[in-house]
């Protein structure tokens, strides 16, 4: 029993920092997911530092798409803990390890993830490790839920660094370029870790392969995209989406989409349920105020061939115009030439 009112079920993940256990609250008979730091960990304070880090970062994140935090204190030995939400459903990796999935449902759950990243990226939150074991999904009904979780290894504007600023931190297979590289980052990398995931959904496998991180890493930096027509038949529905995954996978972050609101906007062709971007309280007025329009899907549908060009009033306007003189200048001519003719005869 930890401060007399969670009792421990059983340990749902063990990993090298942290342990995370399905725990039940003694009052309310609901379960609940408590993490906690390794008891050897707990006397590194950077380590410290950074799930307490987390635990405030998910509680500032009032949003559907992310797992919320509702209590934490400390250990009697001495190690700090915070009690989230306990999502049902199933990792995303384990839908992976089967193989593609549909490219609906691939839709669905990448927008999700972006409505998850847009209410961080307004934060100033970089999720920094978005991976398929961070991804929780639930398909009961014919309702997906989706879930994103462990912002262990996020990165807080305005909060100072607690490591060397060339370190990096992730997993190789979902890093992008410049995360790889230690360098400066923005809401753009979770971007580049959301398009691999989503390729990994669509074709069954990850873009870059190798049989060691720096392999990953060197591919990630300088490799193109292996096209989809390579692991994918001719008349598979995914072909369609392969400009956005593009897009999200380019080596440059100022190639790829601005936020995860545009890459929502850019998805939503292709989704079955048209609905609104779900935002942050406040997050309307931003956008408005900012002149971006990405509340709303757009009209065009990226599964319809491009409208023939028209031209706009102004242009038609200026082609009379000059049709009009040039008709004019014929016209003179002709009559000049005419009485030039009557004069010599």
Known sequence: MIDGRYQIVELLWSGATAHVCRVRHRVLGRCFALKTLRAERS?????????LREAR??????????????????????????????????ALD?????????????????????EALEAAHQLGIVHRDLKPENIWVDRRGGVCSVKVLDFGLAQVSGQLRLTHPSTTHGTPEYMSPE???????????????LGV??????????????????????????????????????????????????RCLEKAPVARFESAAQLWRALAPFRARRETLRLLPGAARLAQSSGVSWL????????????????????????????????????????????SGRGVG
């Open 43 to 51: 006397r590194n304070p950077a380590a410290v530092e950074r799930l």
């Open 57 to 90: 970062a998910l509680a500032s994140l009032n949003h559907p798409n992310i797992i919320s935090v509702i209590d934490s204190g400390w250990l009697p030995s001495g190690e700090p803990y915070f009690v989230m939400e306990y999502a049902e459903g199933v």
């Open 94 to 114: 384990s839908w992976l390890r089967q193989g593609p999935i549909d490219a609906e449902l691939a839709v669905e759950v990448a927008s999700s993830i972006c």
């Open 179 to 193: 995360q790889a590289m230690g360098a400066a980052i923005d809401g753009r990398s979770d971007l580049y870790a």
């Open 197 to 246: 995931m989503l390729y990994e959904m669509l074709c069954g496998r990850l873009p870059f392969e190798a049989e060691s991180t720096v392999g990953v890493t060197h591919q990630h930096r300088y490799a193109p995209m292996p096209p989809f027509r390579r692991w994918l038949p001719p008349d598979s529905a995914a072909l369609r989406l392969e400009p956005i995954v593009a």
């Open 296 to 339: 709303e899907p757009p009209a065009s549908s990226l599964r319809e061939a491009p409208p023939a060009r028209r031209l706009s009033h102004s242009a038609l306007l200026l082609w009379i115009v000059v049709g009009s003189c040039l008709g004019g200048l014929l016209y003179a001519l002709y009559l000049w030439g005419a009485v």
